[in-house]
């Protein structure tokens, strides 16, 4: 990508991410602010270029989230933890991967990653739709699957117990 190119994005995907996805991507979030329904042509464009590049559904869930399409960004969430584990061989149902927790090693690859940071993003979704039981499991799951905290879920954590103690 020319250094020009560079500057011109508005926002910076992964390096990987192919560069008509990331053109796509990039018209998207330029119009996000002005023409919504355009900006949702251009996401979905971009995801149905390469339904396998997780960028796609992060920056759908994203989209959706910050519009308080809820039901839309969870929906989104679940296809992209449906796809990392798709490309990472481990069990796309987070209730399953926690049960066979000793076999997989979420920090072996980029993916698994991705993976905890869109199952934090469901556990805020969850949270934010006051299921608080779903999300606490989540969160529950999440100290045993990130037990480092790579994804940064302890915040969403802190937020489930601000919010719980509220509810007290």
């Not at 989230?65 to 796809?83: H, I, K, P, W």
Request: glycine share 4%; proline share 3%; with cysteine.
């Amino acid at each position: 990508m020319s250094q020009l190119g560079f500057f011109e994005e508005r926002v910076l995907f992964s390096p990987d991410v192919p560069e008509e996805v990331n053109k796509l991507l990039q018209m998207a979030v330029a119009a996000s602010h002005a023409d919504k329904p355009l900006a949702e042509k251009y996401f979905r464009q971009a995801q149905a270029l390469d339904e396998s590049c997780l960028q796609t559904y992060f920056a759908l869930y994203k989209f959706y989230f910050y519009q308080g399409r809820l039901l839309e960004a969870e929906c989104e969430v679940m296809a992209a933890l449906n796809e990392a584990a798709r490309q990472g061989g481990f069990p796309a149902d987070y209730r399953q991967l926690g049960r066979e927790l000793e076999q997989w090693d979420m920090y072996a690859s980029e993916v698994a990653l991705f993976y905890l940071y869109s199952l934090k993003a469901l556990a805020f979704i969850k949270l934010r739709r006051q299921l608080d039981a779903e999300a606490q499991s989540i969160l529950v799951l999440m100290r045993a699957l990130d037990p480092e905290d790579r994804s940064g879920a302890s915040v969403i954590m802190d937020l489930a117990d601000a919010v719980m103690e509220d509810a007290a």
